[in-house]
């Protein structure tokens, strides 16, 4: 009974709205709002096609790609720069500045200077970059003074302090930063295909809309909402894993991961 009240708390929602949508989309019959029974049907169809190694894996892997490379430069700029007040004060201007530019005004920069069918993956992670960046920066400078002085008295060195102390404290920062730069990068992937790109689901959503190919255009806009939840759900349940010595962060994450 608790995994059915568990289950139904996450869903029903969901299938009153999918419901009201499709007996909206039948009494409307409007060509260009397909009922979802129809769009499932096309997305079966499309999904487990060719199409699925052609343009759903080459963009999926360019997302991850640059979701991935972000949060390494990110998390390791960020550790470093969150413990040095002085590199802060010169760098935080810069970086305030920079974050403040929408990536998607950058692509012509981009197709300049990597070529058209490459500037994707910086795309992404120009815009992928900032949340891990400053989240982790955030979390760095939240070591307490205790901490500090066990620290000393260890005599830790710089990778010790760096990993076993530092590291640590930010993680609940550095997570936050990373499940929002997720969701950038699945939407800058998006733009990056719609632009210039021989391949990917951008670039089978301009397709068919210039075929006018309808239930095919929505059942690739239904697979980016699956793929966004679908990311967010597996990096919540790693994120309990990696924090369960937090007993109120790992309470927290696992509300969000249940819905609750």
Do not use: C
Request: charged share 15%; net charge positive.
């Amino acid at each position: 009974m608790r995994r059915f009240g568990t289950f139904a708390q996450r869903w029903v929602v969901f299938a009153i709205a999918v419901a009201v949508w499709e007996l909206a989309t039948r009494a409307a019959a409007d060509t260009f709002f397909p009922p979802p029974s129809r769009i499932a049907r096309t997305a079966a169809e499309v999904w487990f096609s060719p199409a699925f190694g052609e343009h759903i894996v080459p963009g999926v892997g360019r997302m991850l790609t640059g979701w991935a490379l972000a949060g390494v430069i990110g998390i390791a700029l960020g550790l470093l720069l969150g413990r040095s007040r002085t590199a802060m004060a010169y760098l935080g201007p810069l970086f305030n500045f920079m974050r403040s530019i929408p990536p998607p005004l950058l692509v012509p920069f981009f197709i300049a200077t990597v070529g058209v069918t490459s500037m994707q993956l910086p795309t992404i992670i120009f815009g992928a970059i900032w949340p891990v960046l400053l989240n982790t920066v955030d979390g760095a400078r939240g070591v307490d003074a205790t901490k500090v002085e066990t620290a000393r008295a260890f005599r830790l060195s710089k990778p010790q302090w760096i990993l076993g102390v530092v590291l640590p404290t930010a993680a609940p920062k550095i997570f936050a930063g990373l499940r929002l730069s997720l969701s950038i990068s699945l939407i800058l992937m998006v733009i990056g295909e719609l632009i210039g790109s021989a391949n990917g689901i951008g670039n089978q959503l301009v397709r068919t809309q210039r075929d006018y190919d309808l239930p095919e255009m929505w059942s690739w806009i239904v697979l980016l909402g699956v793929l966004g939840y679908l990311f967010n759900t597996l990096l919540l349940i790693f994120e309990r894993r990696a924090l369960a010595w937090q007993p109120k962060h790992s309470f927290e994450t696992q509300a969000q991961a249940t819905g609750g």
